[in-house]
């Protein structure tokens, strides 16, 4: 069975940094691109980011670029999003999810189950 | 940017009654347009990749289809566990984008 589990979420205050993690199973990680999506309370879902296979080509939606970095460890199975000077806006539930990709399924999936990122003072 | 916008934002219907969901594209996201579902407190769900193609155990009643800017989800006939928050989402441009989503309630 295909998981993915979330970690890393929590309280910080403006400013600060805090790095997700994503543990991956059931599924040949490395052959796979992954990604970031966000949902910030009562919201809809907006895309956070995507690394493909190598971890060599990243993409960011322009709400983070800059400030959050993803990346992947192969060896271990596991995505990170490492996120510096959070801003209250960040604060939302973060997904995990297995994709995009150019075979089928074509979609993000499938999904953790997320992490709260709460960015309050 | 290709924006999705989806309508209606609320689809009131009873069970047994047929869902028709808008997904309108700013550009053309054609053939690289899925479908979502979310119930509260649980992560979405693929239903639907590239248009029409159902993913791996989604019933025959959810049903993807359209082109160019122009693309419908139809959930044949409701049943009690469909009720949820549906979303389009686009893979064919970066950055990838999501529709702001119906919410199928019951009436």
């Known amino acids: 069975e295909v998981q993915l589990l979330e970690s890393g979420g929590g309280l910080v205050q403006p400013g600060g940094s805090l790095r997700l993690s994503c543990a991956a199973s059931?599924?040949?990680?490395?052959?796979?691109?992954m990604s970031w999506v966000r949902q910030a309370p009562g919201k809809g879902l907006e895309w956070v980011s995507t690394?493909?296979?190598?971890?060599?080509?990243?993409k960011y939606a322009d709400s983070v670029k800059g400030r959050f970095s993803i990346s992947r460890d192969n060896s271990k199975n596991t995505l990170y999003l490492q996120m510096n000077s959070l801003r209250a806006e960040d604060t939302a539930v973060y997904y995990c999810?297995?994709?995009?990709?150019?075979?089928?399924?074509?979609?993000?999936?499938?999904w953790g189950q997320g992490t709260l990122v709460t960015v309050s003072s | 940017e290709i924006v999705l916008t989806q309508s209606p934002a609320t689809l009131s219907l009873s069970p047994g009654e047929r869902a028709t969901l808008s997904c309108r594209a700013s550009?053309?996201?054609?053939?690289?347009l899925a479908w979502y579902q979310q119930k509260p407190g649980q992560p979405p769900r693929l239903l639907i990749y590239?248009?029409?193609n159902r993913a791996t155990g989604i019933p025959a009643r959810f049903t993807g289809s359209g082109s160019g800017t122009d693309f419908t989800l139809t959930i044949s006939s409701l049943e009690p566990e469909d009720f949820a928050v549906y979303y389009c989402?686009?893979?064919?441009?970066?950055?990838?984008?999501f529709g702001g989503g119906t919410k199928v309630e019951i009436k």
């Open positions: 690394i493909f296979i190598s971890g060599g080509t990243t």
């Open positions: 059931g599924f040949a990680f490395s052959n796979y691109a």
């Open positions: 999810a297995k994709g995009p990709d150019s075979s089928a399924p074509t979609g993000f999936d499938p």
């Open positions: 550009q053309s996201a054609s053939p690289y």
């Open positions: 989402q686009q893979r064919g441009n970066w950055p990838l984008t």
């Open positions: 590239d248009v029409s």
